[in-house]
Structures are given as structure tokens and as C-alpha cells.
């Protein structure tokens, strides 16, 4: 019997470069995408997955994300006084759990790898879950986000778990992409992984999109692994070393995945989420035929 998947990882200590100089003070996790960080659009979807315990790999400079999933009374104490319930209310549903958040420090930019590796003696001796915070999902025709449907892979093959979505092959040296073999529609088994791929080489077109659920033997492999492309230490590298001894199944996520760690994924993503919004989208429309008219 697979154990249940109580615990995510978040890694959110990146630097934010590509938004310069907006994130010069603010983490990018913390740009809002509508009226959320793009932060606590992940998060939801990892209370969704069910999800229980919310570890935040930090850095220098992410306080900010720390007081976020805090309590803020002199808020809260004015929306009550001024009779905004439905603004307090949503206030309260968003916040987590006494105990239900952890927050750890990446000193050093080492990598996903090292990031993942920093949580180790909060996630323990448990199958956990990853989700990038850059990545922001919206629900397909199964009407779940996509850590939800890793899970229900997990619960029915065990293992490990990654979410892979689909890119041009002219794109696939950007990404992670795994080899497929036996393929069952949403769901198959991984025979391979490799990370950014000289052009013209990757073995398919799934690449890694962000979503992850791992066993903690990961841990062990990360502590010391060598650094892989780019001088870090990559989990892609960590997870084929795993693959040697467990199993591995990717899941094709059927909904939409927003890279809002790039200025156009960002974009785009807020576009989605306002288009999807009862209050926004009728509004939204007529503004950007005006705009594009």
C-alpha cells in the first residue's frame, strides 16, 4: 500500500533576473497574477491535491513570502471594523493551518537539485510532492489541476510521478524531456530522462513541466551528486540515479501550464485567469477589443 502524499515542496528561492527591476524588492512568486501572488496560485492548487504540510525553500530577500501565509492583524482587525466580510472571509481561507507551514534557507544558488535536497529533514521518510512556483496550472476536461492528477497516478502505480506537457521539437533542448515507453494515453511509463538536449537529440517531445512526486530515497542521491548542466545540481540528474531502482510514470496533464517566470507567460497567464473570472471576463473582453481594434 503506496503511503499518502502529506507534503510539498516549493522551492522559492530564484533570484527573479528575467523581471528585473520589479523583483528587485518583491519575490517574483509574489507578482500577482489577478488579484493572487502567483505564489498562491500553486499552493491552492496543492490544497486541492490534497496537500497538507507547505514547505518553502527560501532565500535571502523572500521574508515577504513568509509573512504571506501569516496572520496580519491590523488588517484583519480593519476589514472587520469597516464591515468587509467578503474580503476578510477570503483573507481567512487562504490562510494555512497552525503548523501547517515550514520555511528552510537555500544559502547558495546550487540548483533545483539543491533546493529539494535543503527540505530533507522536514519532508523525512515520506513520498512528497514538488511544484515549481513559476509553473501556474488551469483545470482541462477532468476539471483537476495538475499535481491532483499526479497524485492519482501515484495512487494507482506507486512510484514516482512527473508531470510532462508537450513543445515543439525545435523547443526540447530548453527543457528535461523523458523517453516513453509503455504508453496508456494520460499516463506511461518513463524509460529515460535527459536534461537539455543538444538540438535535434531529445528522445520525444514531454518535457518536464514542473510537477513532481518523489520517493525520499531522492534525498540520499541529491546529498551527493555531482553538479550537472549549468554548474548546478540538477534533479533531473538526481531523479534518473532513482530511476535505476524505482519506477517512474509521467502524467499528461490535460488542462493549460503558464510559465510566469518569462515576461509573456506571465501575461498570458493573467489573461487566462481574468477571461475565466465570472466578474472580469465579460469587462476584460470588451477592453481588449478596444485595444486591439
Same mark, same amino acid.
Given at each position: ?35 493572487? !501572488? ?32 501569516? #496572520? ?26 497552525? %503548523?501547517?507551514?515550514? @520555511? ?30 513559476? #509553473?501556474?496550472?488551469?483545470? %482541462? ?46 499516463? @506511461? ?13 531529445? !528522445? ?34 538526481? #531523479? ?12 499528461? @496533464? ?10 509573456? %507567460? @506571465?501575461? #498570458? ?25
Amino acid at each position: 500500500m503506496t503511503k499518502r502524499i502529506r507534503k510539498a515542496v516549493f522551492p522559492v528561492a530564484g533570484l527573479g533576473t528575467r523581471f528585473l527591476p520589479a523583483t528587485k524588492s518583491i519575490p517574483k512568486e509574489m507578482l500577482t497574477v489577478v488579484d493572487r !501572488p502567483v505564489l498562491q496560485h500553486v499552493v491552492d492548487e496543492a490544497k486541492e491535491a490534497g496537500i497538507e504540510h507547505f514547505v518553502f525553500v527560501t532565500g535571502r530577500g523572500k521574508a515577504v513570502i513568509e509573512d504571506h501565509f501569516d #496572520m496580519s492583524y491590523e488588517l484583519e482587525d480593519t476589514l472587520q471594523k469597516r464591515g468587509k466580510k467578503k474580503e476578510y472571509d477570503a483573507l481567512m481561507a487562504d490562510l494555512p493551518a497552525a %503548523g501547517a507551514t515550514s @520555511f528552510t534557507r537555500q544559502q547558495a544558488p546550487l540548483g533545483l537539485g539543491h533546493a529539494v535536497w535543503c527540505a530533507r529533514d522536514i519532508v523525512g521518510d515520506e513520498p512528497f510532492a514538488v511544484l515549481l512556483p513559476d #509553473m501556474v496550472t488551469m483545470a %482541462g476536461a477532468k476539471k483537476s489541476r495538475c499535481l491532483a492528477q499526479c497524485v492519482e497516478a501515484y495512487d494507482r502505480y506507486g512510484g514516482n510521478i512527473i508531470a510532462v506537457e508537450e513543445v515543439p521539437p525545435e523547443e526540447t533542448h530548453q527543457y528535461g524531456v523523458v523517453s516513453i515507453g509503455k504508453d496508456e494515453g494520460h499516463t @506511461f511509463e518513463i524509460t529515460g530522462m535527459v536534461e537539455k538536449p543538444p538540438k535535434g537529440t531529445a !528522445p520525444s517531445t514531454s518535457i518536464i513541466s514542473g510537477r513532481y512526486i518523489l520517493g525520499p530515497e531522492i534525498f540520499k542521491i541529491l546529498e551527493t551528486q555531482e553538479r550537472g548542466a549549468g554548474g548546478e545540481i540538477q534533479l533531473t540528474d538526481g #531523479m534518473k540515479s532513482l530511476a535505476k531502482n524505482q519506477g517512474f510514470h509521467g502524467v499528461r @496533464f490535460d488542462g493549460r501550464t503558464y510559465d510566469t517566470g518569462s515576461k509573456l %507567460g @506571465f501575461l #498570458m497567464a493573467n489573461a487566462a485567469f481574468a477571461l475565466a473570472s465570472p466578474e472580469l471576463a465579460g469587462p476584460y473582453k470588451a477592453e481588449l477589443k478596444k485595444l486591439l481594434g
